[in-house]
């Protein structure tokens, strides 16, 4: 059985790191990304994503900078995001040190630059963002930072994003963004039934509980956001508790865990 990720999810505007509540931001947690980053690659994370939010409707200028630096010393994987709308941009975000691309609205406004940078990088460095609120007893697909509500019913738009390049889903809950409340876990369940893809769980979890019910709803990574910032030694922590719950995860170096 493969080996559960453990992903922080790091969303900064203008090179400080925020707190997410239901994609409204209230809070700076961390003004310099690069030494947080470096805190989590002493804490055995497997991956990072790392999202540029920043308002207006642009990217942050200065946002491939803070790639090219983090990237530098970055011992895992490292996916960003934020803003993407073409080839162009991509290319400058992996020469920078990025090893996938997350794409969420591009999906939407010009489908077909998101499958040239499928098709020019791999499937594998594609991860589609899937932002979901639920309304109504349905599950709605949000883009534009959760702001423009998708036409296409959920299950479809999977299917969009798998036909145009995607390689990774990353399921977003909206309603439970922030909220410490756990994943949506029906959410997950629709997911992995229609689709092949690998998927990245995220919005809600803030306790080891909620990790282990997003990997028995079947999600093949876990992401955070919000947890990684309040607690020391979180990461190991989760994956000694995720452990001892006879989820298969990374656990090299563990001698170190504080109990």
């Not at 697909?141 to 296409?152: C, I, R, S, W």
Request: glycine content about 6%.
């Amino acid at each position: 059985m493969l080996a559960v990720r453990l992903i922080p999810v790091i969303l900064v505007n203008e090179g400080r790191i925020i707190h997410s509540e239901q994609f409204n931001h209230p809070h700076v947690i961390h003004y310099d990304p690069s030494h947080f980053i470096e805190t989590l690659n002493r804490w055995a994370v497997d991956e990072i994503i790392f999202i540029d939010v920043t308002r207006g409707g642009h990217p942050d200028p200065k946002f491939i900078k803070y790639v090219e630096k983090l990237s530098s010393y970055c011992f895992v994987p490292l996916t960003v995001g934020g803003y993407i709308r073409d080839l162009s941009y991509a290319k400058e975000l992996i020469k920078s040190g990025a090893d996938k691309v997350c794409l969420n609205s591009l999906f939407e406004l010009d489908p077909d630059k998101a499958l040239s940078i499928s098709m020019h990088f791999g499937r594998q460095c594609v991860v589609a963002s899937i932002d979901v609120k639920e309304q109504g007893g349905e599950y709605c697909v949000y883009t534009l930072a959760g702001k423009q509500k998708n036409k296409n019913q959920l299950q479809q738009w999977v299917e969009q994003v798998e036909k145009f390049g995607a390689g990774e889903i990353l399921i977003n809950s909206i309603d439970r963004d922030g909220m410490q409340v756990g994943y949506d876990l029906n959410l997950i369940k629709i997911i992995k039934k229609s689709t092949n893809l690998p998927v990245i769980a995220v919005g809600g979890a803030d306790q080891c509980k909620h990790l282990f019910e997003g990997w028995d709803a079947g999600a093949d990574a876990l992401a955070a956001a919000n947890v990684f910032h309040y607690k020391e030694h979180v990461a190991k922590k989760l994956k000694k508790c995720l452990s001892e719950k006879k989820v298969p995860v990374r656990i090299e170096n563990f001698q170190s865990i504080i109990n």
